[in-house]
């Protein structure tokens, strides 16, 4: 990596962080901690407003704004290859707004870069959801961002069916299955539910609050203790 790649890189990593040992840096990086003292030093050196010290960590100060990105013709060809495969399995807001934000990206883009991002020749059918799952999703995303309940009219792998009250935590893709992660105030435990298993699904009035051994942290707790 040529070294104002590095320090560019550099920028961003601690920008990107609260806080950044240099044992952080130096890993991401893959260079020594040696080396990041000293590319830190010559950043302050430049005006860059880094604040830390070696063997406490490192913190941008507030108000500190990077220049536009400049993408490899790799990281132009990782961005077009992940929306193409994204864009099949999204509901069709979300995935919308993916292409849009793809087309502002490579339009700022030096042509060596977008040229390589547009020949990517590898593809995906954009046939992977129905429009049924498209709204489904699209409802589940919209009422875990505004922390509404949900209530499900559920059927499960057997073949029953049931009324659950939910808190929605967040919507998982595992290949072509989506799941809702989510508190079940039925079963007083958190669940997971097969959004294709859905067969009704009503937005609540009520809005829920984070509660303790409520939350997605501590559903992700629970799960990597089992």
Known sequence: MRRADRLFQLVHLIRGRRLSTADFLADRL?????????DIAALQAQGVPID??????YRMRAGFDLPPLMFTKQEAQ??????????????????????????????VMPAAARAAAESLALYAPLSGLDQTMRDRLAKLREATESRHK?????L????AASERVVRPLACYFWGPTWTLAAWCEKRNGFRNFRVDRIQGLSLLDEQFRDEAGKTL????RAESQA
Request: proline share 0%; charged share 25%; net charge negative.
């Open 52 to 57: 830390g010290e070696a063997g406490v960590g």
């Open 30 to 38: 893959e260079v020594s901690m040696r080396t990041v003292y000293r």
């Open 150 to 154: 949900l209530r499900l009219d559920y």
């Open 217 to 220: 942290a501590d559903m992700r």
């Open 78 to 107: 990782a961005l077009v290859a992940a929306l193409r495969l994204a864009q099949g399995q999204l509901d069709s807001g979300l995935g919308r707004q993916a292409e849009e934000a793809m087309l502002k990206i490579l339009g």
């Open 156 to 159: 499960d792998l057997g073949g």
